[in-house]
């Protein structure tokens, strides 16, 4: 027997106090009527009550102690009756799919020890994988008979295949086989398949079943995400656990980087649950795989290709707000925000930025200067997509104008009708696409149709130059090159006026594909057979396809299970690469049903649990002991009878509850973590001291040494950034500076005194709220020359550019910032103070390159002209952070190492800033006052 609390039997030393206890308590007192005092001398005594608790009920309360703490203990009787000795052929059943890979080395300590027991009696054991292997034979070759040596050499050389199960071809190998085997082992990944039924025949024939289940398998599955599921980049997919389970995600690049770590729960009983992670696109579209932290294989490994990037696409707009339903950009953004980072304002402000796309509606290319920068932007690469409308049918296209100068092909004026009261005509369809055109093989819709449009001048090149065509051969878009770059038209407008095309899922279509295809992407046609590139192995790595590996088909990815034909990985050429991913037709994972005698990992069977009927046997002894109570005040009081009788009731019933709880059915016990409940961690009691002691408050570890600190916003991987990144920068500052650092304070305005720093540096998230006290808080610490350095994290929040994570930034920022007393700001340059207090610097990045800070302006005499915030969306804590071993987990973007030094250098003139205020800035009228010192006479 075993215990798997035994310190808990400590408890039992305490039995003589118990007992003690018990046969010191005094009898209850004894109701009497009050009489009148006279009448006091002629009562007598009727009944005699026991100044102690009789033997008996001494003896069972001390018994139901004992169980109780018997019971808490966790104990196990140990089977000690291993199988018998193998004395006959073996039959070794093994899952080496998909689930296989978390446990796999104590799976494959298992087989081998069977084995090694089959080697003693020189019993042959005939190996079956229930999973195929690249390297094996035709998948219908029947299994023979092999000796322990060479079945242990076969272990040895085996791997997790990246492929699931296929028991309905293991149930005919075990179908083929002729006799009956003296023992059966199979080693269970415990998931369900839909052939489960046919393969637990087929292997009980075979003979009678040990099958072990492995008490640490887990079962985890990364799958893709729904298409436009925002910020959502995986699925997780789990059997339900009895218990939390806390884990963490990690997006990483191609040459193995971690871009950030996502720490999520599944709650208990959960079988699903969404990985959210809410990067910037320049960001994002490096992520390349997510995996599980600790829980390695192809499960758990999801692959990114091409199509889950997402590309920066301008939208040209003419000003003023954007109708609903009718505006010219309202179907764009419908159709392009789920898969693209879109933005939106004047020809300037876009192509300031890196573009893959523009896009202008009808009137938006108004005027030369736009035109001009519009048309330079195109011929060094980019791409244009038009939208005709009525501006553009009016305008004359004769050559001479300037809105003919970015037209993929001369136009006629006007525009032409198809359908209406004042036509013959009915509205056209769309004709199929070219094989050439980059729609090819996009389905069209019957109800799709054209009722205006604007023509294009008949030209020698105009069939070649035509993407998209109505049935009567009209074009509908075409391009032409410009440069480097491309234009192209649509031939009707963004709205629904003049086609129902914008209010169908063939616009989205079309809108995506012309994104990849500015991207430089190949577009295979559904035919094309896509090679495999990358091929991933059982255990999660990227490597070399195996010899197995054939090509897929461009429009089989969707319908393809992965085998050893088409491995997990990704196929085609860089510029297309497709991912198909291991559990990309995996919708849910199901517990299987055990086919024969569950044992354990050591081939025994698994150890009963008695704590239950411990505890069970004690639940009963305590409520004997109240019925006996009840009974003997029922003896001296009848009117206790009823109560009586209802307590007996209980009894029954508690204990038949109890019973049918706890069956005992031989089922695999669970793990003492996992029959332990998790202990909460409980924040450190203090005892209240005498109000002479709580007079002298104690000294704060910040009025000690100087530390800076950063504003907690509850996100526990926010916080842990901040507080590893203010660490980084304290060790910074501490080996470049005289500056002496402490470690850095998490703390929370309106209830910590914020007084002992020089700088606060507060991350601010999209939740973020504030309160009355709070916003006082901050502005007693900035009017008393304290400096906040308010970070939005790679989110641009200064309202230039707009866009969804920009409005969020934006909201959040003045949400938190409503009430504070900031002076005018003004964007930071090179010539100000804060870029010369330690370092000489002309850029001040953080994570991200290239972000605006925004400082108060110069010249204000108020606060000795030091500015009390520092604005910016850097992200500076993402790459100050150093973890434990001193590394630093966070990729830096685009600058590397370089920008990560040029993040510490500002951070380090931020601290000297904060400590010294503007003493350096008199240092640079150092020449000019001893010049006139000198003409002085």
């Excluded at 808990?8 to 030393?13: G, M």
């Excluded at 009497?32 to 007598?44: M, Y």
């Excluded at 080395?105 to 229930?130: D, H």
């Excluded at 510490?904 to 640079?924: C, H, M, P």
Aim: contains cysteine.
């Amino acid at each position: 027997m075993s215990f798997s609390s035994p310190l808990l039997l400590l408890a039992l030393v305490g039995l003589p106090l118990v007992w003690w206890l018990l046969r010191a308590t005094p009898p209850q007192p004894r109701r009497q009527v009050f009489p009148p005092v006279a009448l006091l001398a002629g009562l007598r005594t009727r009944q005699i009550d026991a100044v102690r608790s009789p033997l008996w009920l001494l003896v069972l309360r001390a018994l139901v102690f004992c169980l109780l703490v018997i019971g808490l203990a966790g104990p196990s009787l140990h089977n000690e009756a291993e199988t018998p000795p193998i004395s006959g052929p073996v039959l070794l059943v093994m899952d080496n799919g998909l689930f296989a890979a978390p446990d796999w080395a104590e799976r494959i300590g298992t087989a081998q020890a069977i084995v090694q027991r089959a080697a003693r009696s020189q019993s042959p054991v005939t190996l079956l994988l229930t999973a195929p292997t690249p390297t094996e034979q035709p998948s219908d070759a029947p299994v023979i008979p092999q000796s322990s040596t060479e079945a242990e050499q076969a272990l040895n050389a085996l791997r997790p295949s990246p492929w699931p199960v296929n028991r309905t071809q293991a149930a005919r190998q075990l179908g083929a086989l002729s006799h009956r085997y003296a023992q059966v082992f199979y080693l269970a990944d415990g998931v369900a398949s839909p052939q489960d039924a046919d393969f637990a025949q087929a292997l009980r024939h075979t003979g009678a079943v040990r099958e072990v289940r492995f008490p640490h398998q887990t079962a985890l599955a990364l799958t893709p995400p729904a298409p436009a599921s925002g910020d959502v980049m995986a699925h997780m997919l789990a059997l339900p656990a009895a218990l939390p389970q806390d884990m963490t995600a990690l997006a990483r690049t191609a040459d193995g980087a971690t871009l950030a770590a996502i720490p999520f729960t599944l709650p208990a009983h959960a079988t699903q649950a969404d990985i959210h992670l809410a990067l910037p696109p320049e960001v994002r579209n490096q992520v390349e795989t997510i995996t599980l932290r600790g829980i390695a294989g192809a499960a758990t490994t999801l692959l990114m290709d091409e199509t889950d990037r997402m590309r920066p696409v301008g939208l040209l707009s003419a000003g003023g707000a954007d109708t609903p339903l009718v505006g010219a950009l309202f179907y764009i953004r419908r159709a392009l925000a789920p898969t693209t980072d879109l933005h939106e304002g004047n020809a300037e402000t876009l192509l300031s930025r890196p573009l893959s796309v523009l896009i202008a509606p009808d009137g938006t290319l108004t005027g030369n200067q736009t035109q001009q920068v519009v048309r330079a932007w195109v011929e060094k690469g980019g791409t244009l997509i038009r939208f005709a409308g009525p501006a553009l049918a009016g305008a004359s296209h004769d050559g001479a104008s300037p809105a003919d100068s970015l037209l993929p092909v001369p136009l006629l004026d006007g525009t032409r009708q198809l359908g209406g009261s004042m036509t013959w005509g009915a509205p056209q369809k769309l004709a199929a696409f070219d094989a050439l055109s980059p729609f090819r093989g996009l389905p069209i819709p019957a109800d799709v149709t054209v009722s205006r449009q604007v023509l294009a001048s008949p030209t020698d090149t105009l069939g070649e130059q035509s993407w998209a065509r109505l049935a009567d051969g009209t074009p509908l878009v075409t391009y032409a090159t410009l440069g480097k770059g491309t234009l192209v038209l649509f031939h009707i407008s963004s709205t629904a006026d003049w086609s129902n095309l914008p209010l169908s899922g063939l616009f989205v279509s079309m809108l995506q594909r012309l994104t990849e295809h500015a991207n430089g992407l190949a577009i295979p046609a559904d035919d094309t057979l896509l090679s495999p590139a990358l091929s991933l192995d059982g255990e999660g790595n990227l490597g070399p396809p195996p010899a197995s590996a054939r090509g897929l088909r461009a429009s089989a990815f969707a319908s393809t299970p992965v085998s050893p034909e088409h491995p997990p990985g990704l196929y085609g050429p860089r510029n297309g690469r497709r991912a198909l991913n291991a559990t990309a037709q995996i919708t849910t994972l199901q517990a299987a049903e055990p086919i024969g005698t569950l044992i354990d990992p050591q081939t025994r069977q698994p150890d009963r649990p008695l704590g239950r009927y411990s505890l069970l046997a004690a639940l009963v002894l305590m409520l004997v002991d109240g019925l006996a109570m009840l009974l003997m005040r029922v003896a001296r009081r009848p009117s206790a009878r009823g109560a009586a009788v209802v307590l007996l009731g209980c009894l029954l019933v508690a204990g038949g509850a109890a019973h049918a709880q706890a069956p005992d059915d031989g089922s695999y016990p669970l793990p003492p973590s996992a029959r332990t409940a998790p202990q909460q961690a409980m924040p450190a009691a203090v005892d209240a001291a005498p109000p002479a002691i709580q007079q002298i408050p104690p000294v704060p570890r910040a009025a000690l040494e100087t530390r800076l600190a950063y504003v907690v916003t509850g996100h526990a991987d926010v916080d842990d950034v901040s507080r590893q990144g203010l660490q980084g920068l304290s060790d910074f500052v501490n080996a470049r500076t005289s500056a002496k650092l402490g470690v850095p304070d998490g703390i929370r305005p309106g209830q910590d005194d914020l007084s002992y720093y020089p700088l606060i540096y507060w991350p601010v998230t999209a939740d973020a709220q504030t309160s009355p006290a709070i916003t006082a808080n901050l502005n007693s610490f900035m009017a008393h020359g304290g400096i906040l350095l308010i970070d939005t994290q790679g989110d641009n929040a200064s309202g230039e550019e707009g866009g969804p994570a920009d409005a969020s930034a934006g909201h959040a920022l003045r949400r938190v910032t409503a009430g504070l007393q900031i002076p005018p700001l003004t964007t930071m340059t090179d010539h100000h103070l804060l870029a010369h207090t330690f370092y000489l610097l002309h850029d001040f990045p953080g994570r991200y390159a290239g972000q605006p800070i925004w400082v108060a302006r110069e010249g204000d005499a108020e606060n000795d002209d030091v500015s009390p915030v520092i604005i910016g969306s850097a992200d500076w804590a993402h790459a100050w952070a150093v973890d434990g071993n001193g590394g630093t987990p966070y990729a830096v973007l685009p600058g590397g190492a370089e920008q990560r030094i040029q993040a510490y250098r500002f951070g380090l003139n931020a601290v000297i800033y904060a400590l010294t205020g503007s003493y350096k800035a008199d240092q640079v009228h150092v020449p000019m006052l001893l010049k006139r010192l000198e003409n002085t006479p």
